[in-house]
Every structure is written in structure tokens, then in C-alpha cells.
């Protein structure tokens, strides 16, 4: 998995050297400092969730189900073939419906039914996806609604990230201490402003007619540190 880890400096600091009514100063705390800090990781996604299945037609509800059972009986057998574990396929969705002549003129006409079945699945080798789809869409998958991408090792990377946006913020206090002619004290307050976002794809895999970007997510905490002012 690969992983860059950078600081993006907060846009603007907010600074208090004066008393509060609320937060530190209603413990008697005189003089204090406010900063942010903020720390980001980079990672390229190690997990996906797909959900794929067919839909299939018939004139009647059993034709139709069964159409729709023999093919999705295959799908499964592929993406079991590939090396997922049953723990991670799920079937998410499965419906009837009826389908009717569009014929404005009159009273409209049932011409045969629809149903759909369709599979979540969570594949947690990223390099296998594209073959995995291609093997569930020879084995007659015709519908896909989505795929997610996700980090597994999310909480450690992000509790990397939460020391070095406390070390962002205890340097940018430092700084303004030393600027009024202060040292810092002790940590009276923090506040955790986290947001996580992702960016541009930046990596592509492509297998047979199947490309698949996982692209990369950025991992942000954000902080905001009060500290106590001593002369």
C-alpha cells in the first residue's frame, strides 16, 4: 500500500492572548494561545466493494426467475473461483416487477416481467478487481450500480496523522509566543476538526474491457490547541 504522508498549512491561525469568557479562562487561566494544526495522509485504496448482478426477462414470473437464478447461480461460482471468501459476498438486492406496454391509447398491456439479483462484494486483494469483473460479467453479470473504495488500515494512518497535527500546532504556537515575548505553558484545550476528502484518481488497473481506477484518498485531521502563556 502505498503511502505519502505531507502538512497542509491551515489557512489562517487563530491567535488569543486575552481573557475568555468561556473554554481555559473560566478556570482562571489570564493568558493563553489558540492555534490549528493540521496533518494529512495519502494513501492509495487497498479494499472494494462492488455491486454487481443481473436482471433478467421472461413473459412469466417463473420464466424470469428462473432465467435470473441459473445466471446468478454462475456469477456467484465466478467471483467464488477468484478467491473471495463467502463472508464477503451478500445478496443486496432482489426484485420482480412487472413490465407493461407502453401503448398510450388504451389500457395498458402486461407483456412479461423483470427481475433483478444482485451481490455485494467485498474484495480485499485491490490488484485482483478488474479480473474479478471480468469474470463475473463472462459468466453473465449485465448490471452493475456502484463501487466503493476504501483504506483498511484507516485508523492507524489516522492516528499518525493526529501526533503530527499536534506537533503542527505546538510549533505554530512556539512561534507566536516567542513573537510576544512568552513561553508556553501547559495544554489547557483540544479540539478535533477532522474531515476526511478524496482527490483526483491518480492510478488505473485495466483487464480485458474492464479499466478500474482506485484512485487516491486523502486522510485529514485537523486540530485546535489552546495553551497556557507564562511570561
Not at 491551515?10 to 473554554?23: E, F, N, Q, R, S
Not at 435470473?68 to 473461483?81: D, E, S, W
Not at 515575548?181 to 478535533?192: P, S, T
Amino acid at each position: 500500500m502505498k503511502m505519502t504522508c505531507k502538512r497542509i498549512p491551515v489557512p489562517a491561525a487563530i491567535v488569543a492572548l486575552a481573557l475568555a469568557a468561556t473554554g481555559p479562562a473560566a478556570h482562571g487561566v489570564e493568558k493563553l494561545i489558540t492555534v490549528g494544526g493540521e496533518a494529512t495522509v495519502a494513501v492509495v485504496p487497498d479494499v472494494a466493494v462492488i455491486r454487481i448482478g443481473v436482471t433478467s426477462q421472461g413473459k412469466t414470473a417463473h420464466e424470469a426467475s428462473e432465467a435470473n437464478a441459473k445466471q446468478i447461480v454462475a456469477v456467484l461460482g465466478a467471483i467464488r473461483q477468484s478467491g473471495i471468501d463467502e463472508r464477503d459476498v451478500q445478496t443486496s438486492r432482489l426484485s420482480l416487477q412487472p413490465q407493461y406496454d407502453p401503448n398510450k391509447g388504451g389500457t395498458a398491456r402486461l407483456t412479461g416481467f423483470l427481475v433483478t439479483n444482485q451481490l455485494t462484494v467485498k474484495i480485499r486483494d485491490i490488484g485482483a478487481l478488474p479480473d474479478i469483473l471480468d469474470r463475473a460479467i463472462a459468466a453473465g453479470a449485465n448490471e452493475m450500480s456502484g463501487i466503493e473504495f476504501m483504506v483498511s488500515q484507516q485508523s492507524r494512518l489516522l492516528d499518525q496523522a493526529r501526533g503530527e497535527a499536534i506537533a503542527d500546532a505546538r510549533r505554530k504556537a512556539e512561534l507566536y509566543a516567542q513573537a510576544a515575548g512568552a513561553k508556553l505553558g501547559h495544554v489547557l484545550q483540544i479540539i478535533d476538526e477532522s474531515a476526511s476528502s478524496p482527490v483526483p484518481l491518480k492510478q488505473a488497473f485495466r483487464a480485458g474491457a474492464v479499466p478500474v481506477a482506485p484512485g487516491e484518498q486523502v486522510l485529514r485531521v485537523a486540530v485546535t490547541v489552546s495553551y497556557e502563556l507564562a511570561p
